[in-house]
Every structure is written in structure tokens, then in C-alpha cells.
Nanobody
Framework: QVQLVESGGGLVQPGGSLRLSCAASRSILGFNYMGWYRQAPGKQRDLVAS???????TYADSVKGRFTISTDNAKNTVYLQMNSLEPEDTAVYYC?????????WGQGTQVTVFL
């Protein structure tokens, strides 16, 4: 059983930055896909950024130029660097990893951007 544990969420003012971390209980080299998703109250869970194995990173249009996804294979961790945060970025952020036929989700970390 694979576990994903997110951390790094919190309260921040508009324009601020946060770095989210997702630590996996096994080597992330075994995943063919890792991504960050977010879900605001009353809304569906949407993709924020993804990093497929051997592929190109992708970003939601709303975060392009502000967020960066990266990995540290030695630490079995995927990061989401979030800059220039806006109130609209407020949501619970989830980490997802896939190793077909399995998909794994973390428990989520709350990000709140307040005025």
C-alpha cells in the first residue's frame, strides 16, 4: 500500500508564496504519473499541475507562470511551488500518483489566501 502525505499548506496573503510537499512511502520512480489537484468548497477537484514520467509538465491555465511542479527522487517527494497567490487559489490541494492499475491520493492540505 502506497501512502502520499501532503504538507506545506497554510494561510497567506495575496501575492505571497507557499511550497507544498507530497512525500511518498515508496520510490516515486515507480510512478508513471504524479500531479497536484485542488478542490474549492462546492466545486469539483481540478488538475493544477502534472509531471508524467519522461514527459512534459503541464499546468492549468489559471496557474501558468505562477506555480511550478518538481520532484526530488532522492526524497521520494513531489513539490508545488506557488507564487503570486490569489484568493481564487484557496482550496484543499491533493497529491495524486499512478502506477497502473492503481491510483493513489493524499489526504490533502488546505491553502487559504485571504485579504
Amino acid at each position: 500500500q502506497v501512502q502520499l502525505v501532503e504538507s506545506g499548506g497554510g494561510l497567506v496573503q495575496p501575492g505571497g508564496s507557499l511550497r507544498l510537499s507530497c512525500a511518498a512511502s515508496r520510490s516515486i520512480l515507480g510512478f508513471n504519473y504524479m500531479g497536484w489537484y485542488r478542490q474549492a468548497p462546492g466545486k469539483q477537484r481540478d488538475l493544477v499541475a502534472s509531471i508524467p514520467k519522461g514527459g512534459r509538465t503541464t499546468y492549468a491555465d489559471s496557474v501558468k507562470g505562477r506555480f511550478t511542479i518538481s520532484t526530488d527522487n532522492a526524497k521520494n517527494t513531489v513539490y508545488l511551488q506557488m507564487n503570486s497567490l490569489e484568493p481564487e487559489d484557496t482550496a484543499v490541494y491533493y497529491c495524486r500518483a499512478t502506477r497502473p492499475p492503481y491510483t493513489y491520493w493524499g489526504q490533502g492540505t488546505q491553502v487559504t489566501v485571504f485579504l
